[in-house]
């Protein structure tokens, strides 16, 4: 079979094997380790006088005393959580099961597509199980209780791949794991944040994209969650089911926290997963200094950017994290922020895998995709954020196809989101990606009704929200999730070497129609006629894949030595 590029699945799969092979010999002699892992379990202390009986008034709307699960409109689940922490993760559980259910099922149907045998399954759970054999030690006590009672309500029939509870911990790494493994450009987010003379009244706006993709299934059930905890500030957190880490939220003192992968080395063991480093800040800190402390002192196993806005200050920085080092970047001389995947401070300047980053990917594209966007749109409001996270050109306004991940819009968003932290205000969007209306919530005042509770209401602001993005109704949108599909299946035949009997020619005509200034659309098509011997055929493909704009070093390389290759097959 001719080795094609590889996409993410694939990519993932190989890495999987190639840390699975080193794992097995340490993980005969750790075994130990894995089991004092296995047995570790949070105070469960007074369990039994925690509420689990949910009402359930409809099939969008269920509550526990205040607690409340309800769907709005935009098929948006707004959740109410407050008590302490044991608490908060049983009626968590209790109201969000089935769509913590849907969120593992997706997880693990991504795995078992990845390692379909079940000896190869077996495996990877011990090796995940030896990889996270020390992430107890480097979690706090309050979110080990969270995930417990979170892990009460798991769906059983996973339990043969980890135990619920040890599911759940491993699942609030997945985010690190995945970027790891992938070298994540998978996530590749993109931030910004401007004050003073570069928003329409002089206050602090962040927007940013979460473009993390696990597959379509796990964005449909999105969750705005409202958490009051007995310590701690009450925040807000755009998430999914059973996740108590925060990739984007707000607190009730207007700090904002948002994360972005940096370029990371494959680790070989789990320590504190960085959304629960996030979650840790909005939960505790005020200001930049009380953040930049509790980043400080928590070990991570991933690089990561974690953009800290501040209501107190009119202000956001980036603290810059990695197994290794530490940074804290402030923009100098400058009333703007803009953050995608690499780092920024002078204590990284020398990194060698940031600067690869910066080289051979596509982060410093967007970040200059961004810088172009936010010096055009002056006199920012949450309207002008959306129109600039819903952006896909490329820099000038070139076409760069859909779903480029050169992007800023990559159409593959888990979310987008907007904060006014002065006002304690947020816009989230619905889906499809962050195309959807972007539906606005007043912190205080929704915390203000929960808190009366129990509330059966959406606690949405209809007045500010943004409508859905007009893209959406276009002949361009359908044709462009058309191509997904189409896409996927083709990509999958050839790289099983399967295309002869299943695949026609048109097909490939019929992908590039559906997205003809994509160069994937182009370099799969050669790619298939490659497999055919169609040396030609596939030569002039790979040419048109590179006159476009292509993703990153690594992409042009691989097309270069294809048409090369094609060319001696002549």
Same mark, same amino acid.
């Given at each position: ?10 990519? /993932? ?57 309800? !769907? ?9 959580? &407050? ?94 794991? *995945? ?52 310590? *701690? ?7 999914? *089911? ?22 990371? !080395? ?9 959304? /629960? ?21 928590? &070990? ?14 009119? !202000? ?56 172009? /966007? ?106 462009? &999730? ?64 590179? !006159? ?23």
């Amino acid at each position: 079979m001719i080795k094609i590029v590889c996409s993410y699945s694939c990519l /993932l799969t190989s890495n999987i094997i190639r840390v699975g092979a080193i794992l097995f010999i340490i993980l005969l002699q750790f075994s130990c380790g894995i089991n004092k892992s296995m047995q570790s379990r949070p105070d469960i202390s007074g369990l039994e006088k925690v509420d689990t009986l949910r009402t359930k008034h409809n099939d969008s709307l269920y509550s526990i005393g205040k607690n409340t699960l309800l !769907k709005n409109k935009y098929g948006i689940w707004e959740l109410y959580i &407050e008590g302490g922490a044991l608490e908060r993760g049983i009626i968590n559980g209790s109201l969000t099961r089935e769509l913590m259910h849907k969120q593992e099922m997706a997880f693990m149907t991504k795995i078992e597509s990845l390692v379909p045998s079940g000896g190869y399954q077996n495996f990877l759970s011990k090796m995940i199980g030896w990889f996270n054999r020390k992430i107890y030690l480097y979690i706090p006590e309050e979110y080990k209780q969270e995930i417990y009672g979170i892990s009460r309500f798991a769906l059983p029939k996973h339990n043969s791949f980890a135990p619920a509870y040890l599911r759940m911990l491993y699942l609030h790494g997945a985010h690190d794991i *995945g970027h790891a493994l992938q070298d994540l450009m998978l996530v590749g987010c993109t931030s910004f944040a401007a004050w003073d003379t570069n928003t329409d009244d002089g206050k602090l706006l962040l927007g940013r994209n979460f473009d993390f993709y696990a597959g379509d299934e796990f964005a449909e059930e999105k969750i705005i969650a409202f958490i009051n905890p007995d310590e *701690g500030h009450k925040f807000m957190m755009y998430t999914w *089911g059973g996740m108590i880490g925060v990739v984007s939220g707000m607190n009730e003192r207007g700090l904002t926290v948002t994360i972005n992968a940096a370029k990371s !080395k494959i680790p070989l063991i789990a320590k504190t997963p960085i959304s /629960l480093v996030a979650r840790e800040i909005l939960q505790y800190a005020e200001n930049t200094e009380e953040a930049i402390a509790i980043a400080r002192k928590r &070990e991570v196993f991933v690089s990561e950017s974690i953009m800290i806005g501040s209501a107190a200050e009119n !202000k956001a920085i980036l603290i810059e994290v990695s197994p290794n080092n530490f940074g804290v970047y402030e923009v100098p001389n400058s009333e703007q922020l803009i953050c995608s995947n690499h780092f920024q401070s002078e204590e990284f300047q020398d990194d060698k895998r940031n600067s690869e980053a910066i080289l051979e990917s596509h982060t410093q594209y967007r970040y200059d995709r961004m810088k172009e /966007l936010l010096a055009t749109n002056t006199s920012l409001n949450p309207e002008k954020a959306a129109a600039i996270l819903r952006n896909k050109d490329g820099l000038l306004g070139a076409d760069l196809g859909f779903g480029n991940e050169k992007a800023i819009n990559q159409l593959l968003a888990h979310h987008g989101i907007i904060f006014k932290p002065e006002e304690r205000k947020v816009w989230v969007s619905a889906n499809p990606y962050q195309l959807g209306a972007f539906v606005a919530y007043d912190l205080d005042a929704a915390f203000n009704i929960f808190e009366k509770g129990p509330n059966l209401k959406s606690v949405m602001n209809a007045s500010e929200t943004i409508s859905a993005d007009e893209f959406i109704y276009s002949d361009e949108f359908r044709d462009y &999730e058309e191509f997904r599909i189409l896409y996927r299946k083709l990509y999958q035949l050839v790289a099983d070497g399967k295309p002869v009997k299943t695949v026609k020619t048109e097909d490939f005509d019929k992908l590039i129609q559906l997205n003809p200034n994509y160069w994937k659309a182009y370099a799969l098509a050669g790619d298939y006629y490659f497999q055919q011997k169609k040396y030609k055929k596939a030569i002039i493909n790979f040419k048109q894949a590179k !006159k476009r704009e292509v993703t990153t070093l690594t992409d042009l390389n691989y097309l270069e030595k294809m048409i090369a290759k094609s060319i001696r097959k002549l």
